[in-house]
């Protein structure tokens, strides 16, 4: 049962990451070819399915490492889900080991993330490697999917039987399609309450837009976050003073490492407000429950520095 989820959510990354960047004419245009990824063990297979997200991302996704226990269904599922949704590989960890391959792609990797309890995985896989990470789980295995969708922030949730493995393998797809949180319950047990308040409770907060000129007043009386969305060298070229630079591109895989406390006021502005919107509704989406845009710095009547 479990080497079906194993396949199953394998075959959920290979086929997003061969065709999540064509086009619908560019696949009619080209002449698909169909593949067999397969091996004599999980580990290798998934070094297999790695090299060839990495192949087709140009190298992109080794950014974000998701480091799993591969015997732990719920934890894999939801790794997959994670990787699916936000970009990166599974890294497997089996016995307490992890292969050359992977090891060299986790020192690469800007961010690493353990899914699972520490008894999945221990501190010290990753501390013996020197390797810096965050974990989205707790003591405790069954806190792990909480944490999994609090790291997605507050969507809609989908919830599925843990006992069947082919509604797993539908769930985690659907979930990638529809933007929906994934809940992996056992039925034979008491529903974690806390996962569903999750989403009875928590209310998206609005999208806010303020003048440049009432972003000013709020820096002077308030201490709020600012936030330049525009791409590095953008910034690099004059900026808001003290504003922290998180283009809208890496906003997705930033936001949790560079805006830490989601309900901090967040002020944020691009080149003329269209960049802007988009990255504070991004934020509204992940949970974020205090952001204002101000538009463009083009009509910032303030202090620019480099």
């Given at each position: 049962m479990?080497r079906?989820?194993?396949?199953?959510?394998?075959?959920?990354?290979?086929?997003?990451?061969?065709?999540?960047?064509f086009?619908?004419?560019?696949?009619a245009?080209?002449?698909?070819?169909?593949?067999?990824?397969s091996?004599?063990?999980e580990?290798?297979?998934?070094?297999?399915v790695?090299?060839?997200?990495?192949?087709?991302?140009?190298?992109?996704?080794?950014?974000?490492?998701?480091?799993?226990?591969?015997?732990?269904?719920?934890?894999?599922?939801?790794?997959?889900l994670?990787?699916?949704?936000k970009?990166?590989?599974?890294?497997?960890?089996k016995?307490?080991?992890?292969d050359?391959?992977?090891?060299?792609?986790?020192?690469?990797?800007?961010?690493?993330?353990?899914?699972?309890?520490?008894?999945?995985?221990?501190?010290?896989?990753?501390?013996?490697?020197?390797?810096?990470?965050?974990r989205?789980?707790?003591?405790?295995?069954?806190?792990?999917?909480?944490?999994?969708?609090k790291?997605?922030g507050?969507?809609?949730?989908?919830?599925?039987?843990?006992?069947?493995?082919?509604?797993?393998?539908?769930?985690?797809?659907?979930a990638?399609?529809?933007?929906m949180?994934?809940?992996?319950?056992?039925?034979?047990?008491?529903i974690?309450?806390?996962?569903?308040?999750?989403?009875k409770?928590?209310?998206?907060?609005?999208?806010?837009?303020?003048?440049?000129?009432?972003?000013?007043?709020?820096?002077?009386t308030?201490?709020?976050?600012?936030?330049?969305?525009?791409?590095?060298?953008?910034?690099?070229?004059?900026?808001?003073?003290?504003?922290?630079?998180v283009p809208l591109?890496?906003?997705?895989?930033?936001?949790?490492?560079?805006?830490?406390?989601?309900?901090?006021l967040?002020?944020?502005?691009c080149?003329?407000?269209?960049r802007?919107?988009e990255?504070?509704?991004r934020?509204?989406?992940?949970?974020?429950?205090?952001?204002?845009d101000?538009?463009?710095?083009?009509d910032?009547?303030?202090?620019?520095?480099?």
């Open positions: 479990k079906a989820i194993f396949r199953s959510v394998l075959a959920c990354l290979c086929v997003y990451a061969t065709f999540s960047g086009s619908s004419k560019s696949l245009d080209e002449k698909v070819k169909g593949f067999v990824i091996s004599e063990s580990t290798k297979t998934i070094e297999k790695n090299n060839r997200i990495l192949d087709n991302t140009k190298g992109s996704a080794s950014k974000i490492s998701y480091v799993v226990n591969i015997d732990d269904k719920i934890s894999f599922s939801l790794a997959g994670l990787s699916l949704d970009g990166g590989v599974v890294i497997p960890v016995d307490n080991n992890i050359d391959t992977s090891k060299a792609i986790l020192k690469n990797s800007e961010q690493v993330y353990v899914v699972g309890d520490k008894s999945s995985i221990s501190d010290d896989i990753l501390n013996d490697l020197g390797i810096k990470f965050n989205i789980g707790s003591d405790n295995p069954e806190d792990t999917n909480y944490h999994v969708n790291f997605l507050n969507r809609d949730l989908l919830a599925v039987d843990s006992g069947n493995d082919s509604d797993i393998l539908g769930a985690v797809h659907y990638r399609i529809y933007n949180n994934l809940y992996i319950y056992d039925s034979t047990k008491q974690d309450e806390n996962i569903i308040s999750e989403v409770n928590e209310k998206k907060a609005e999208y806010k837009k303020i003048t440049s000129d009432e972003a000013k007043n709020i820096m002077l308030e201490k709020p976050i600012v936030v330049d969305v525009r791409s590095l060298e953008e910034y690099n070229e004059g900026h808001i003073p003290n504003a922290i630079s591109e890496t906003i997705e895989n930033e936001a949790e490492t560079k805006l830490k406390n989601k309900d901090d967040i002020l944020v502005y080149r003329s407000g269209r802007s919107r990255a504070a509704l934020l509204i989406e992940k949970g974020y429950t205090n952001v204002i101000f538009g463009g710095i083009q910032w009547n303030g202090e620019v520095v480099k």
